[in-house]
Every structure is written in C-alpha cells, then in structure tokens.
C-alpha cells in the first residue's frame, strides 16, 4: 500500500478556483454577523452562541426556548434544552436578547433593541407584539412611589384580543 504523502505534488490539478470572488458557499454572513457582537460583548465566541443569536434574528418576534432551539439546531447538530437556556441566559445577561416573562407562558426571547417597547400579548392564542414605547425612552411611566426610590425602568404588557381571535370572540 502506497502511502500518500499530501502537499507533495508539483502540479495543481485542476483545482482552479472559480473566477468569481465573493460568495463560493452560501453566505455565512448572519453567524459572522452573531460572532461580531459577541465579541462586543465580550463574550467567547462558540457556535453555539452564534447559532441562539441567529435562530433569534432570524426567527423575528417573541420565540420561546423550544422554537430557538429548534432552529439553532439547524447551524449547530445536536442542542440540548438546557445548553440553550444555557446560551439564552447568557445573552440575556449581556444585553444581547431580551427575555419576556408573560404570566402562564413560557418565556419568550427577542433581539434586544434598546428602544424600551412594551408588548400587546393575545389573551386566545398567546401571540405577543411589540408595542412601542408611549412617551419614547425608559421609564415610561411615572410611578407614585417615595422619593428615595429610584425607577429605570417600566414594563408594561397590554392585554386583549388580537385581530385572529377577535371575531371569534365576538362569533
Ligand atoms: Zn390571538
Ligand atoms: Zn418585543
């Protein structure tokens, strides 16, 4: 058996790379664009980071864990459940995503923008949209608290009906 010895031939054979520079696979621009932000982050950056990032750019609106995972997992093979509330924590915790607690569902995630919108959630179906922010910036309501309480923030989640469930509602 002849051993192959790689490297080690003269001619190049074939292997003529196409003319046209640019895109010789499909793009990875949205992971390269995931791997830019962690990095200002200052996070590490690993392909599973870049595949929750992704999944949640990609995915728009207010997934939850299941449905990120999902898609993660077409970048990345195999993503157990816990490895992305793992990823998703992590996200959360730097600014990156925003993570919404709606009363009797699970917790649903979104590119963070920074823009203090507020969300609109479906009483019938659980669909949640964003609502932007009343008066513009954080907070966006004024509380009657104490002075010696600071207030950053206000959330505000507005319920009802959406337009799907609405005429059913009224049948
Ligand atoms: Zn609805
Ligand atoms: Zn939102």
Known sequence: MAKFR???????QGTHRAGTAGKDRDAPEPMDRAAARLREAQLRVTVQRMAVLTAIEELGGHPDV???RGRAQEAT???S????YNVL???TEV?????TQVTGQQARYEAERHNNHHH???RLCGDIIDVDCVIGEAPCLVAE???SYRVDEAAVTYWGACPRCAPAEHG
């Open 6 to 12: 790689a490297g080690s031939g003269l001619v190049r």
């Open 66 to 68: 299941e449905a990120i």
């Open 77 to 79: 093979g195999g993503l």
């Open 81 to 84: 459940l816990q490895a992305t």
């Open 89 to 91: 924590r992590v996200l």
């Open 95 to 99: 600014g990156l995503v925003r993570c």
């Open 120 to 122: 609109f959630v479906c």
């Open 145 to 147: 608290l104490p002075e």
